[in-house]
Structures are given as structure tokens and as C-alpha cells.
């Protein structure tokens, strides 16, 4: 850039502003030498604002006012001496040596000034273009000694500021006049609450009329409030230091303000130049009249009638009240919170509640933020505030009062309900789970959220499970907090897994020893349900004693505690229980082991329970597992305590030896273990069928009374069998045991090895199966068979099951 150039801008800029002074015949300084005397005024330097005495509304009053030069009706945004007026046109507005600016009367009094922080040797007043009169030394203009935008009136300007410095305390806001005619402060102020979390509210005096929704990092939530747009964009400035609220035009060519009238209602305007009007572009509160008047636990939306309405499962505190629309006294819950097993319902489209009890957390996730609710029995409600990618957890400690609701409402909130609120809430199915209130309330049985297993579970991931139970898939979780759970989902496409699976929730969760697995909780969400289980680190009991490596870290005294703890949870289950149930399904691999080895029974899906002194009962349809089936349960479908003692027999049996019943094989003959353990016992020889991993651990005379005890608990007829609890005590006690009778069912399906090249060969030999008809319960089992004409299904079922070869006759 030459010279030239430079001379030219300097001579053009000198020219401009000669002109500019000559065209307005003004100025926009008051100095010390020129004061302002009422009929006079500055304006600014681009003339958009001026400065000056007035009247307002029918008032002869004079006041100091600030309004926009270029619009007609006089619009006044700041006023001076808004509480002292003068009365008449002697008013003059002075600056004095250090910066003071001082309003004078006809007597020379001072009716207003100036508050200065700091000293200015030739002070200034100037009026900006921005609407902001500022006071700073004539050599200095960046830094002011005082400015009208730190006293904002009924008006905030684009670059005035409202909030709160949180070092001095000093609070900025808008208060409404007193009337059209009076600027003097009026009852109503709008500004930034920062209980809680910043939010912007309304007051009439100290009493709350309205409230925004917290800052999210985007808007105050909901449309009610300062929405983004295309005329002006706001900012809230959030900091330990300060909170406070400010604005600017997208367009300075544009005009626009924010103001607080005395009937109290916030209002936005804009300038319409072609209209040559203001236009209000929003009103806060709105007139739909929803701002807090539903009361604690109320909901308002705008389009429903009454518009006040309770939150789900809360009930209005006086009815008659309410019915009369007058809501202020709110709702109250219907079943009081415990602090330990409630949940929480989600309410989505909600004005988030008062803050005035709350408490916030920046970067805690919603997860976090439910643990933190549920770890203070004072929290009630908790939702994620923020909605700029962070995470900002905001928690109620008290009632929750003005909520509203309605699809332009965005915020989630996350309500605590007692347990038994939040059942009914899953869904209709859960109730049918319970034939009646009553047997639900002794439930009280923790409820899962599907999101929750989904994330400990990995979704179901395969690698994840670890089974298959009665009714569909076993998967090991970990919940957030690393306890890790065991999940049994039931499949969807079982209908009869659905019985079972109710059957399962209604018997454990009434259930608790030592001995039986826990159920933690369930989760019935839509289509899924779960139960919940403790998870055991030790897997089954099959998974030990029938694999050959495993079964040598299972010395004699853990299979002799396994053994006694099947028996103590067999007699909790038989005796000591409430409901005194029959398990009907008990085998080794619902034997499940935990860190210790102590063994827990599970599974309870086929577990009945039998009421009084009923001892047995009669099904059409045999469930539960070959091999460890009792005889008349098996053919003839009655089952009793004593058909949970033939299998427990069987169990017994199988740890000792190491071998399955079902799937036996010996040499010489077509026994079952049990057969085959009935000829040793018979020949004095039952040492053979010990596991010989357990036979150098010298505890010979308990693994012999064992076995005979087990022999005593699978005898053909369910009364020669003992009960439970007298097994427990023989278990633990010594002397002579009675003599066992013949076993049920003790002829194998396995078919000899010499045929094992098929298959599907099935036995031959009839001699075979003579031996096999000839013993006791077979035989029994045939002849009622025949005398009550069974049906053919029967027999082949009969025939599959144990391997024998039926001619029909
Ligand atoms: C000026 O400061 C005094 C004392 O700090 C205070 O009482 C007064 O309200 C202030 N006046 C204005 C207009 O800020
Ligand atoms: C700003 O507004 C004025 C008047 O409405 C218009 O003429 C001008 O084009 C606008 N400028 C921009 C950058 O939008
Ligand atoms: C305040 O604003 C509301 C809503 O625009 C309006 O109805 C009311 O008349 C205004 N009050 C005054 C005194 O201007
Ligand atoms: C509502 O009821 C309370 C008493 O519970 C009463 O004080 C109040 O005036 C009533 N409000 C209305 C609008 O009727
Ligand atoms: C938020 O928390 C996460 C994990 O708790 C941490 O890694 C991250 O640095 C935190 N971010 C901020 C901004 O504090
Ligand atoms: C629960 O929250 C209340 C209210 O903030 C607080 O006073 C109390 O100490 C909290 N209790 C616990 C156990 O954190
Ligand atoms: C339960 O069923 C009833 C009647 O079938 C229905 O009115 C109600 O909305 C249902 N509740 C839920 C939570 O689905
Ligand atoms: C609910 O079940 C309990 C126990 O099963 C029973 O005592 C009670 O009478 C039943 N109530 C109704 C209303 O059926
Ligand atoms: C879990 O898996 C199912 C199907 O495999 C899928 O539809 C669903 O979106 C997954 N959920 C999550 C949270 O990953
Ligand atoms: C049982 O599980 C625990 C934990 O997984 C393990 O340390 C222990 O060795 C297991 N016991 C046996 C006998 O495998
Ligand atoms: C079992 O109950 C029935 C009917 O309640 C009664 O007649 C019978 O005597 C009871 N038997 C025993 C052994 O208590
Ligand atoms: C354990 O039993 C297997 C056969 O079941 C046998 O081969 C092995 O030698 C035994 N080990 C010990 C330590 O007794």
C-alpha cells in the first residue's frame, strides 16, 4: 500500500465523519465541560441508539432513558433513574471527575448516579451502538469504569449478560417495571437459577411462576424456551467462575430484544422493518398455563383435559380436591419405595422436574447415574441432562414438582418405584405368573432390566454360554458391578418351556438353603424371560465325576459333603420348606457346584409342590430324566417325596462310582449300576463298584454305609424307602443299616458289546429279557400294562426306554 493510498483512506475517514457529525448535529458523548440537559440527547456514533429525558406512558415524570433512534414508537430499553424520577425539566445529566455520573434536580440535588470501581482522570460518558452508555477515561476506550449493560432494567440487549458471578454473588437479571407509566422496579424478574444445574426462571417476588429445563449444552430443553433460530443465537457462558446467559444477532442489521413485562410474562421481540412493527417471537411462561400447577408427583400436558394429570402408579393425595381442579396438593404413591429393591420407570417427553432438591454430576454415564440413585434412599428420579455427547447426571432428592409432558418435550426421566409398581409395569404377563395378589406380594422378586442382561451378557453371545437347562439356554453374565450371574433364557419358540419357566419363578423364589442355587432376580421384558441365578464357578456335578481326569480332584470327603448336601437341600426341599416340593428332575448335572464344591440343587422347572399330608400325586405326563426315574413314577406316572429319594439313590451311586446308571456296561450281564450294584451287595462285594480314586482315601466304612444307603433308597417300592431326613441322619451317624430289598429297574438299555457294530441292533437273546421280565417291577410294570390295555405308544415307549424287544400281542 503506497502513501498515496494511505493519505486517501485518512482524508476519506476524516471526510465521513465531518459529515457524519454535520448530518446528525449531534454527538454521542456527554464530557465534563457539556452536560445533558433535559430537551437534549447523544446518539450513537452509527445512530442507532439515543439518549435523553422522557415521559413515560401518561406520566409527567422526567427519566434518563435509552431507546432506538430509528424506530418510531418509542421503544425504551434502559432507564437511569428508574426508582427517582425527576419532576420536572431541570434534570441534568453530569460527569464528574473520578467518573461519576450524576442526575441533578432544579436544587442541585442529586437524584441519580453512577456507582465508579476505579477512577478515570478525564472521564467520558459515551453512548455505544450497541445500546450501552459507558463511562471510561477519553484516552481509553476498551476499558470502562462503569457501562449500563451491568444494570440491565426490564430489557436484555444482544450482548447485555444475565446470571450469576459465583465468586462475588452478584446475580444480573431483568426485572419488569411497575406499570406503562412507571419504570420503577416491578414485581417480576427473569433470570438464571443455578440450584441444581443453570436453568432460567421466572419470579413474582421470591415465588417461582416459572422454570426452564436445565441447560443441556444445546438449549434449555422443551420449545417453551429461547428455541435456536435464524435471527439470534445465544450462549450460556458456564464456568466455576460464572453462569450467565447472553445473545447476539446473526445479522446487526437486524433488531430484537428480550423483555420482562408487569404481568409477567418474558417476552422476545422482533423488529419487522417492512411491517414497521415489533413482533413477538415467543412468551415465556406460555399461555397454555401448565407451569407449575399440578403439584408433586403431578404431570401437566397441555391437550389433555383436565391438563393435570399423576405420574403411572401414583394416586392424587385428596381426591375430592383434585376432582375440583384444584391440583396444588399433587399425588402420592400407591405402594411406598423400600430403598432396597426398587427399580425405576422411564418417562420419556417430560419437562424434567424442579431442581431445587437436586443434584448434578458431570460425566457420569446413565448407568452410573441409576447406581448413584439407588445407593441414596433420598433420590427418587434421575435422568441424563446433557445432549452435547457428555454425559451429565442429575439426581432428585425431593418430590418432583412441575413436570410436564408432551411430544415437544425431549428429556427422559427415570422415576424410582417400589419393586411391585415396577412388575405390574413389565407387563400383564408377569401377572399371570401369580394366581393371586397375595401369593405376588410375598414375590417381591428382583426385577432385571433386558438392557442390563443384554450388556452382561454380551447380547447372548455364544461364548457366553455355558448350558442348556430344561427349557432353553444357560449364559454366564457379569453385571456392571462384576458380580457374575448365571441367566437362563427361556426359548421363545417354547410353549412348553413357558410352565415350566413360571413353575421355576414361583417355587425358587419362595425358596432358600444352603444347599439349593439362588435366584437373583428375573427379567420379563416383551418377548424375553429370564431368571437370574447366582452364578456357580464350579460347573455340575457330571462335569466333575463322569470325566476321568476331573473325577481324581474329587477326593472322598468332597463327594461325602456333596453327597450330604444334596440330602440336606432334598429334606429343606421335602420337609422344611413352605411349600414342601417334590423336584422330580434331580441327576447329577442339576447338581451345580459352587466356589467351595458345595453342591446346590437347581433347575425347578418340573419341582411340584404338594399341599398338607398329600404325599403323592398322579400326572398324565412323566417328566424328568431316565435312569433316574423311580419305577411307578416312570410307568405309572404317581410320583412322591420318594420318587425324589430313588434318584437321590441313584446320584448317590454315581459319585461313589464315578459311573452313569443310565449308559452302564459290565461284561457279564445287562445291569444297570444299579442292577449291578445290587449283585455286588448281594455277594459281599460292593468295594468293586468305589471309584478307585477314592478307594486310598481311607474313609472305607463311610463309602460302604453310603452305598448301602443308597441301595435302601432306590428299592422297588416307594414305602421301603427312607425319607429324607432319615437319610441325613444316617448319613452322619453309624450302626447297622437295614437290608436292601431288589432295586427298581436295574436291567440296562445298553445292548451287549459284542453287537455294538449296530446301533440300531436291539437285543436278541431272549433269555435276555426273560431275566430281565422275571425281576420284580418289570414284571409288575408289564402286568399293568397289559390288565389296564395301555396303549401300544406306551409299549414302544416302554421298549426304546429299556432296550426290550416287544411283540404286540
Ligand atoms: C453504589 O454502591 C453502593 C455501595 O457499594 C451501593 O449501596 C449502591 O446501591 C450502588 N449504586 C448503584 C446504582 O449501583
Ligand atoms: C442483514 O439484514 C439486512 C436487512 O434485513 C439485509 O439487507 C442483509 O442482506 C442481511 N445480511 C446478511 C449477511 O444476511
Ligand atoms: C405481557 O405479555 C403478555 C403476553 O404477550 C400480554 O398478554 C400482556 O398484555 C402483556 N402485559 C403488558 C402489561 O404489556
Ligand atoms: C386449593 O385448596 C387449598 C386447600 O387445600 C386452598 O387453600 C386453595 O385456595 C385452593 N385453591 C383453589 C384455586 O381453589
Ligand atoms: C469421563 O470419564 C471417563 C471414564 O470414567 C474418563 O476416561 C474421561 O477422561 C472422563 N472425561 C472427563 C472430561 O472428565
Ligand atoms: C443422600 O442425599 C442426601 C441429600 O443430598 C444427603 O444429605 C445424604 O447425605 C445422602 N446420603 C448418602 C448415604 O449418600
Ligand atoms: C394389562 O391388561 C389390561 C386389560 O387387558 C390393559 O388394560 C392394560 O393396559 C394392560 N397393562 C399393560 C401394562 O400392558
Ligand atoms: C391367594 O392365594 C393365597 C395363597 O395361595 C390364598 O390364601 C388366598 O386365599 C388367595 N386369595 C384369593 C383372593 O384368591
Ligand atoms: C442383540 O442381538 C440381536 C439379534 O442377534 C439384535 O437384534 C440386537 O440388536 C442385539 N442387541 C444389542 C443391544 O446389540
Ligand atoms: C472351583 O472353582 C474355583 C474358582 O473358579 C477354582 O479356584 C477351584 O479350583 C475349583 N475347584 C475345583 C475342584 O475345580
Ligand atoms: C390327611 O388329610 C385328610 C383330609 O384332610 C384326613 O382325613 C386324614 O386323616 C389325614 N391323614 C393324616 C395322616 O394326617
Ligand atoms: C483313577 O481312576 C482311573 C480309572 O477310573 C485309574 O486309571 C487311575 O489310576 C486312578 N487314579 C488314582 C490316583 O487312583
Not at 470501581?117 to 484516552?139: C, E
Not at 432460567?200 to 424456551?225: A, C, H, M, T
Not at 408433586?296 to 397441555?302: M, N, S
Not at 452322619?732 to 458289546?753: C, D, M, N, V, W
Request: contains cysteine; glycine residues 8%; charged residues 20%.
Amino acid at each position: 500500500m503506497g502513501l498515496q493510498d494511505k493519505k486517501d483512506i485518512f482524508s476519506f475517514i476524516m471526510i465521513n465523519l465531518l459529515l457524519t457529525s454535520i448530518v446528525s448535529g449531534s454527538t454521542d458523548t456527554i464530557t465534563s465541560s457539556i452536560p445533558l440537559k433535559d430537551g437534549d440527547t447523544i446518539i450513537s456514533s452509527r445512530g442507532l441508539f439515543e439518549l435523553g429525558f422522557f415521559s413515560p406512558g401518561n406520566s409527567k415524570n422526567r427519566y434518563i432513558g435509552i431507546w432506538y433512534k430509528n424506530i418510531p414508537a418509542k421503544t425504551v430499553v434502559w432507564v437511569a433513574n428508574r426508582e427517582t424520577p425527576v419532576i420536572d425539566n431541570s434534570g441534568m445529566l453530569k460527569i464528574t471527575n473520578p467518573g461519576v455520573l450524576t442526575l441533578t434536580n432544579d436544587k442541585n440535588t442529586i437524584v441519580w448516579s453512577s456507582n465508579v470501581s476505579k477512577a478515570a482522570p478525564n472521564p467520558i460518558a459515551q453512548l455505544l451502538d450497541s445500546g450501552n452508555l459507558v463511562v471510561r477515561d477519553k484516552n481509553d476506550n476498551i476499558n470502562f469504569v462503569w457501562q449500563s449493560f451491568d444494570y440491565p432494567g426490564d430489557t436484555l440487549l444482544p450482548g447485555m449478560k444475565m446470571g450469576k458471578d459465583l465468586v462475588t454473588g452478584r446475580e444480573s437479571y431483568i426485572t419488569s417495571w411497575k406499570n406503562d407509566d412507571d419504570p420503577s422496579t416491578g414485581e417480576y424478574t427473569f433470570g438464571c437459577d443455578v440450584t441444581g444445574y443453570p436453568h432460567q426462571v421466572i419470579k413474582k417476588g421470591q415465588v417461582l411462576q416459572y422454570r426452564s429445563e436445565p441447560w443441556n449444552g444445546i438449549d434449555f430443553g422443551g420449545i417453551s424456551v429461547l428455541p435456536q433460530n435464524a435471527i439470534y443465537k445465544f450462549d450460556m457462558v458456564f464456568n466455576e467462575h460464572e453462569v450467565l446467559y447472553t445473545y447476539k444477532m446473526f445479522n446487526s442489521s437486524m433488531i430484537s430484544r428480550l423483555t420482562m413485562n408487569h404481568s409477567g410474562v418474558a417476552q422476545r421481540w422482533v423488529w419487522a422493518d417492512q411491517a414497521k412493527d415489533w413482533i413477538v417471537y415467543f412468551s415465556i411462561p406460555a399461555a397454555d398455563g401448565c407451569d407449575l400447577v399440578c403439584g408433586a408427583y403431578g404431570t401437566c400436558a397441555i391437550n389433555s383435559f383436565p391438563k393435570c394429570g399423576c405420574l403411572d402408579k401414583f394416586v392424587p393425595k385428596y381426591q375430592n380436591e383434585w376432582n375440583g381442579a384444584n391440583w396444588s396438593k399433587g399425588c402420592v404413591r400407591k405402594r411406598p419405595l423400600n430403598c432396597k429393591t426398587d427399580g425405576f420407570v422411564k418417562h420419556a417427553n417430560i419437562k424434567l422436574p424442579d431442581f431445587q432438591y437436586s443434584m448434578f454430576y458431570k460425566n457420569v454415564t446413565l448407568a452410573q447415574c441409576e447406581k448413584l440413585c439407588l445407593k441414596n434412599c433420598s433420590c427418587v428420579a434421575y435422568a441424563n441432562i446433557l445432549k452435547t455427547g457428555g454425559t451429565g447426571c442429575m439426581l432428585w432428592m425431593g418430590d418432583l414438582v412441575d413436570i410436564q409432558e408432551g411430544p415437544s418435550f425431549s428429556s427422559v426421566l427415570y422415576v424410582r418405584m417400589a419393586s411391585s409398581d415396577l412388575e405390574e409395569q413389565v407387563g400383564n404377563e408377569t401377572d399371570q405368573l401369580y394366581a393371586n395378589e397375595s401369593q405376588k406380594e410375598d414375590l417381591e422378586l428382583p426385577l432385571f432390566s433386558l438392557s442390563e442382561v443384554v450388556k452382561a451378557t454380551h447380547n447372548f453371545s455364544l461364548s457366553d454360554k455355558i448350558g442348556e437347562g430344561g427349557y432353553g439356554p444357560v449364559y454366564k453374565g457379569v453385571l456392571q458391578d462384576g458380580k457374575e450371574i448365571a441367566v437362563k433364557r427361556l426359548s421363545k419358540t417354547s410353549n412348553q418351556g413357558l410352565d415350566e419357566f413360571k413353575n421355576e419363578v414361583i417355587c425358587i423364589s419362595k425358596l432358600q438353603h444352603r444347599n439349593l442355587v439362588r435366584l437373583l432376580g428375573c427379567c420379563i421384558q416383551g418377548d424375553e424371560k429370564m431368571l437370574i441365578y447366582e452364578y456357580m464357578p464350579n460347573h455340575s456335578l457330571d462335569y466333575f465325576i463322569f470325566d476321568e481326569s476331573r473325577r481324581k480332584s474329587l477326593d472322598w470327603p468332597s463327594r461325602f459333603n456333596i453327597i450330604n448336601g444334596i440330602a440336606r437341600g432334598l429334606q429343606y426341599l421335602h420337609e422344611d420348606s413352605r411349600l414342601r416340593i417334590i423336584h422330580r428332575d434331580l441327576k447329577a448335572s442339576n447338581i451345580l457346584l459352587d466356589f467351595d464344591m458345595n453342591p446346590k440343587i437347581s433347575d425347578f422347572g418340573m419341582a411340584r409342590s404338594f399341599i398338607g399330608n398329600e404325599t403323592q400325586a398322579n400326572t398324565m405326563k412323566v417328566v424328568g430324566t431316565y435312569g433316574y426315574m423311580s419305577p411307578e413314577y416312570a410307568v405309572d406316572g404317581i410320583f412322591s417325596v420318594k420318587s425324589d429319594v430313588f434318584s437321590f439313590g441313584v446320584l448317590v451311586l454315581e459319585i461313589v462310582s464315578g459311573k452313569k446308571n443310565r449308559g452302564f456296561f459290565h461284561h457279564d450281564h445287562h445291569h444297570n449300576l444299579l442292577g449291578h450294584t445290587w449283585l455286588l451287595y448281594q455277594e459281599g462285594r460292593l468295594m468293586e463298584i468305589v471309584d478307585p480314586n477314592i478307594t486310598d482315601s481311607c474313609h472305607l466304612y463311610e463309602v460302604l454305609r453310603s452305598i448301602e444307603l443308597a441301595l435302601l433308597c432306590v428299592q422297588r417300592n416307594p414305602d421301603d424307602r427312607p425319607s429324607m431326613s432319615t437319610v441325613v441322619v444316617t448319613l452322619s451317624s453309624e450302626g447297622e443299616l437295614p437290608e436292601a430289598k431288589q432295586p427298581g429297574f436295574f436291567y440296562t438299555e445298553h445292548i451287549p458289546r459284542d453287537d455294538k457294530s449296530s446301533s440300531t441292533h436291539a437285543p436278541s437273546s431272549t433269555s435276555a429279557m426273560t431275566i430281565t421280565l422275571v425281576n420284580g417291577v418289570v414284571r409288575y410294570v408289564f402286568r399293568k400294562m397289559f390288565k389296564n390295555q395301555m396303549s401300544f405308544f406306551l409299549q414302544v415307549m416302554y421298549k426304546f426306554l429299556y432296550g426290550m424287544k416287544l411283540k404286540r400281542s
